[in-house]
């Protein structure tokens, strides 16, 4: 059993808690907070200075690192708050007629499927979920499963890279390349993706990514982006409309429109670059291989202790940072809430399709320790 990791320095953990949620809230390493932090200072020690002098230029310089990060040009990435954000983008003003259809899995974040409930029902349009298969080990029958929902008029096709509750690596490249064949757009929801893959967005060949930066690249909460591949810009636009650049500058581009949406503090996305480089100093296969080995050992404890199952197959092919893994049937809420207030665990108990999972996520501060003592939590508990 391990006790410490060589990375927990960089990380500024509440010392009552053994912290297995990354997957929901990141907790971002100190020299991150650091350059967000200074941002901040220049922004509140002159205001004005900053917002009509350094801003327009200090997002160009960020977004222009974020875009070599994910192999695109900085022209067709926006910050935004978080994914949410980046997806209300693309529900608000994607094209779509009366008669078409949005095809979405049954995998995708809760939010993330109301956005487009709303634009479907706003725009007498159908969402139409596609059913992935019961277990996952198979590139085609994921495919099948998706395209079998499409018709005629589907006209758009929502994914994630990595799913949220569910934890499941899907084959992005395989689907956009399918869906270019079948003359479908994909929207891909990427906020898991970030540094457990390399996200080579020219690879990809999406239409559409979001993601939130806070997750496993480990930037600051607040630091999210819209990928919009250049064809679709003419008729991208920003949900909160404001100067867009700084007056008496006109915005020239879909991107522009990002730039200035009211007066706020931009230090969050600012720091991006520094989460870029502090996992790249890390060394993102050493992040992997740290994280997976966690997470296979969780998974396979887990199905040991607890004779459970897998949604997908043991490869690294389908998981990487987190396991999730079936617990007898019970109420999740509550076995949460004791695993927090009695044992310090902070780590979700999802319901999914009527039965119990522990998602267990693993970050360069984990150890195998904390591994064991959510065992030992959950053999009481259960
Ligand atoms: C797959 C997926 N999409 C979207 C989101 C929303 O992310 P955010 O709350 O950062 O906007 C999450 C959050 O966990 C998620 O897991």
């Known amino acids: 059993m391990t006790t410490t990791s060589p990375f927990t320095h960089h990380f500024d953990i509440r010392s009552d808690t053994t912290y297995l949620n990354h997957g929901s ?18 922004l509140e020690e002159q205001p004005m200075d ?45 094209p779509l007629s009366t008669g078409d259809n949005v095809v979405i899995t049954d995998h995708e974040y809760g939010a993330v499927t109301r956005v487009w409930q709303r634009t479907c ?9 596609a059913t992935l298969p019961t277990y996952i080990h198979d590139v085609d029958e994921i495919l099948d499963s998706i395209f079998s929902a499409c018709d005629d008029n589907t006209r758009l096709i929502i994914v994630s890279h990595i799913t949220s509750a569910t934890a499941i690596t899907l084959p992005i490249k395989e689907i956009c390349e ?20 390399d996200v080579d967005l020219a690879q990809l060949g999406c239409d559409f990514y979001t993601a939130s930066c806070h997750k496993w690249l480990c930037a600051p909460l607040g630091s999210g982006f819209v990928y919009i591949a250049p064809e679709h810009h003419q008729w991208v ?31 969050s996305y600012l720091s991006i670059p520094a989460a870029i480089e502090f996992m790249t100093e890390i060394g993102f296969d ?21 004779s459970g199952a897998c949604l997908v ?19 999740c809420e509550s076995l949460q809430r004791t695993l927090w207030e009695k044992h310090h665990l902070e780590v979700p ?14 970050h360069l501060y984990n150890t195998s320790a904390d591994l064991e003592q959510l065992v030992t939590a959950l053999k009481v508990e259960l």
């Open 25 to 42: 809230f990141g907790i971002t390493p100190t020299c991150v907070k650091q350059v967000r932090d200074e941002w901040t200072r220049r």
């Open 50 to 94: 900053f917002l009509c002098r350094v801003q327009t230029d200090a997002i160009h310089d960020a977004k222009q690192r974020l875009a070599e990060f994910l192999n695109t040009a900085a022209s067709n990435l926006a910050f935004v708050d978080n994914a949410t954000w980046a997806m209300n983008v693309i529900a608000g003003c994607f």
């Open 121 to 129: 029902e706003t725009k007498a349009t159908q969402l139409r979920t």
């Open 178 to 197: 399918r869906a270019k064949r079948e003359g479908i757009l994909v929207c891909v929801d990427g906020p898991h993706a970030l540094a457990q893959l």
């Open 237 to 267: 636009q920003t949900p909160v409309l404001s100067w867009g650049l700084i007056p008496p500058t006109l915005p020239q581009t879909w991107d522009d429109e990002f730039v200035w949406v009211g007066t706020r503090n931009i230090a």
């Open 286 to 306: 050493t992040f992997r291989d740290y994280t997976f080995n966690l997470s296979h050992t969780a998974r396979k404890t887990l199905l040991q202790e607890f």
């Open 313 to 331: 197959a043991d490869d690294r092919q389908w998981y990487g940072t987190m396991a999730h893994v079936q617990l007898p049937d019970g109420d």
């Open 349 to 362: 108990i999802i319901e999914w399709q009527e039965k119990r999972y522990v998602r267990v996520s693993s």
